[in-house]
């Protein structure tokens, strides 16, 4: 971690009274986040802070280090801002298509006009691209991530639903429970990351279930899956978002509501080993913006 970085988390850690918590907010671990602490005061020739299982407090040492560090920061912040409206220079962001039609696109226009420098390069995929390696500046993901050496943050979570076609329920019936889904067969969605048949699953008892159906089809991609349950060929599962314009018009039916999928974290990731520039920084906290506004009308819609 740079110098700079090490004098950020420990204002954080000041002003939180906590590692767990600093560490959360600079994107780091905690272990990194003490070890950060640790090779500072060794810099320094002192201790900065008392520790405990329960606080960490600022030594009187600390509590001047803090003092001109916070000053300094507090500099090169009004200097960000100083130069904000004159950013400049190419955003490279890969997303899944859908999430990027439905909420992404729909707000970038604000953020463009507030930064007239900017361009944004969006690129729609579902695998783990190599970042360095491809020239992207962050991605956004949905689902359990493979470990990487890449930062995450977390942006909301997606609650999930199974739905079918009306043609579909007619034919095989409206199920009525996890229990009663003889007779039915699924969509299989293939993991782009393990290749493997993902099992529908259910809520049920305070414990999430898994079933296997038939399937006389395999997908790999979203679009494919939600154009295959409006023509009946089974029953699908994927956040409610994707499926709301559908659901409006009639072509899917929202299915054992009463008992939902495990709902789909979605993570925003960007590379660990190099310093973002100020044009990827507030893209990124735009971001994380959108996303908690998006988090706040479904919990809203969910509570009515």
């Known amino acids: 971690m740079d110098r700079l970085a090490s004098i950020e988390l420990f204002l ?4 939180r009274g906590s590692f767990s918590a600093a560490a959360s907010s600079c994107g780091v671990s905690r272990p990194a986040a ?6 500072l005061e060794r810099r320094l020739g002192t201790r900065l802070l008392h520790r405990s299982t329960r606080h ?7 509590k001047l280090y ?3 560090c ?11 801002r100083s130069i904000g409206s004159a950013l400049s220079g190419v955003i490279r962001l890969d997303t899944v298509g859908h999430l990027a039609r439905t909420i992404i696109l729909p707000a970038l226009p604000d953020f463009l006009s507030r930064h007239p420098g900017l361009t944004v390069h969006l690129g729609e995929g579902e695998r783990l691209v190599d970042l360095l390696r491809e020239g992207v500046d962050c991605v956004v993901r949905g689902g359990p991530l ?11 979570l997606l609650p999930e639903i199974t739905v079918a076609s009306p043609e579909y329920l007619a034919r095989h019936g409206t199920p009525r429970d996890p229990d009663d889904l003889d007779g039915h067969c699924m969509i299989g969605f293939a993991s782009s990351r393990t290749k493997q048949i993902l099992p529908l699953e259910f809520s049920l008892g305070g414990q999430l279930v898994e ?10 991609g979203a679009e494919s899956s939600a154009t295959a349950a409006c023509l009946g060929l089974g029953l699908a599962q994927a956040p409610r978002y994707r499926f709301e314009a559908e659901l409006a018009r009639g072509a899917l039916v929202e299915v054992l509501s009463a008992f939902p999928p495990a709902p789909t974290p979605l993570t925003l990731l960007y590379p660990s080993n190099r310093q973002l520039p100020p044009r990827v920084r507030v893209f990124m906290d735009w ?15 969910a509570g009515k």
Not at 70 to 80: G, N, Q, T
């Open 56 to 62: 960490v407090q600022p030594t009187e040492e600390g």
């Open 66 to 68: 803090y003092a001109h």
């Open 34 to 39: 003490s070890a950060a602490i640790q090779a």
């Open 12 to 15: 954080r850690v000041i002003e």
């Open 287 to 301: 971001l994380i913006d959108i996303f908690s506004m998006f988090d706040r009308n479904n919990r809203k819609q």
């Open 211 to 220: 079933r296997i159906l038939p399937a006389r089809l395999l997908v790999s």
């Open 146 to 156: 493979p470990d990487s050496d890449m930062m995450a943050r977390p942006l909301c």
């Open 70 to 80: 916070r000053s300094i920061v507090a500099s090169l912040e009004e200097a960000d």
